[in-house]
């Protein structure tokens, strides 16, 4: 076995492994939420029992949502291991696929206080295996949904010369110069998208100034 996949095996196992602590993180919060929300349903029935419950769904539905994320990256991992030949190339509008993947991430990004819009008004469209591409604009949007911290996120599509791009606003800070690889290793869903994106025969990588907002850029030929 060549060096270069010794390399990737190790990779996917470590990023595997940081999938498990992820997976275990939300699971522990949805015991510890169900626990108390049950305790909550036998006090008596008040105004604060009620606001507190309410509070508590809405975590467990956050929670909930992360889960099924990490779940779909996973998914997609194993979907990588196959014969990429067999998912059709066919005509996609980047513009209107990224208008669904943020309706279809609309209630996940309101029990976060978070906004995601699109600021486009071009129609880019282009020949992709859709169902790939799908699974890589999900999961860089719902990393931003994640991280986002009550924030706006802007998402921006558009094309040049070269290539077609989508652009991510509000993925944390971005990492000094050489350190960009860290995004993507401390971020399952990240990941994964490069991953994904990789075997699309497209880039995904950090744009923003050091010590500023960081902003992924998606870029497909």
């Known amino acids: 076995m060549a060096a270069s996949e010794f390399s990737n095996i190790r990779e996917r196992r470590s990023m595997l492994a940081l999938a498990s602590h992820d997976l275990r993180n939300p699971i522990s919060a949805l015991k510890l939420l169900l626990g108390a929300a049950n ?24 929670q909930t949502h992360e889960l099924t ?8 991992i194993s979907f990588l291991e196959q014969d990429l030949v067999e998912v059709p190339v066919e005509s996609v509008n980047l513009t209107e696929l990224a208008s669904a993947t943020i309706r279809r991430l609309a209630e996940a990004a309101r029990l976060v206080d978070c ?10 469209s282009g020949r992709w295996r859709r169902t790939l591409l799908e699974s890589v604009v999900s999961h860089i949007i719902e ?4 991280s986002a911290g009550g924030k706006s996120i802007a998402v921006r599509v558009g094309h040049d010369e070269r290539s ?58």
């Open 69 to 76: 994320w990490l779940v779909d990256c996973l998914a997609n």
């Open 143 to 146: 990393s931003a949904v994640k």
């Open 164 to 221: 077609a791009w989508l652009l991510s606003e509000n993925h944390g800070v971005s990492p000094v110069k050489g350190e960009a690889s860290a995004c993507f290793e401390r971020d399952f869903l990240l990941w994964t998208a490069r991953e994904i994106a990789h075997a699309l025969g497209a880039s995904l990588v950090v744009d923003g100034q050091p010590g500023q907002t960081a902003a992924l850029v998606l870029r497909l030929q």
């Open 39 to 62: 305790e909550e349903l036998q006090s008596a029935e008040s105004r604060s029992s009620q606001r507190t419950l309410t509070s508590r769904l809405r975590s467990m539905m956050r």
């Open 115 to 124: 906004k995601v819009v699109l600021q486009s008004a071009v129609v880019v």
